[in-house]
Nanobody, 123 residues
């Protein structure tokens, strides 16, 4: 599956932003998906994940309660709704996927990565 994230931009601290990730080339509903982010010069870090059927999500502690992942399998899209953004959320955000057999299992290690989208949060 090919993944492409979009929706990044420059926002002020406290604002909200929704990222989208569009998939093509494979049966989207067979893929568990997730979001990661990376600040230049630092390691990529896990943000959150969603099961292939969308019934479960998991988040990193530092975004829990502020970020929400959802997906629309009919539209081949996964979303990352970000609220109460902080300066520390500034990063390039990537969506990623892994084909799974069991649609209700959370996956945090992915083998398909899309191009990222830059989110910049100003103070």
């Amino acid at each position: 599956v090919q993944l492409q994230a979009s929706g990044g931009g420059l926002v002020q601290a406290g604002a909200s932003l929704r990222l989208s990730c569009t998939a093509s080339g494979a049966a989207f509903s067979n893929y568990a998906l997730g979001w990661w982010r990376q600040v230049p010069g630092q390691l990529r870090e896990f943000v959150g994940a969603i099961t292939a059927n969308g019934d479960k999500t998991q988040y990193a502690d530092y975004v829990q309660g502020r970020f929400t992942i959802s997906r629309d399998n009919a539209a081949n899209q996964v979303y990352l709704q970000m609220t109460s953004l902080k300066v520390d959320d500034t990063a390039v955000y990537y969506c990623a996927g892994r084909r799974v057999v069991m649609p209700h299992v959370i996956v945090t290690d992915f083998d398909n990565w899309g191009r990222g989208t830059l989110v910049t949060v100003s103070s």
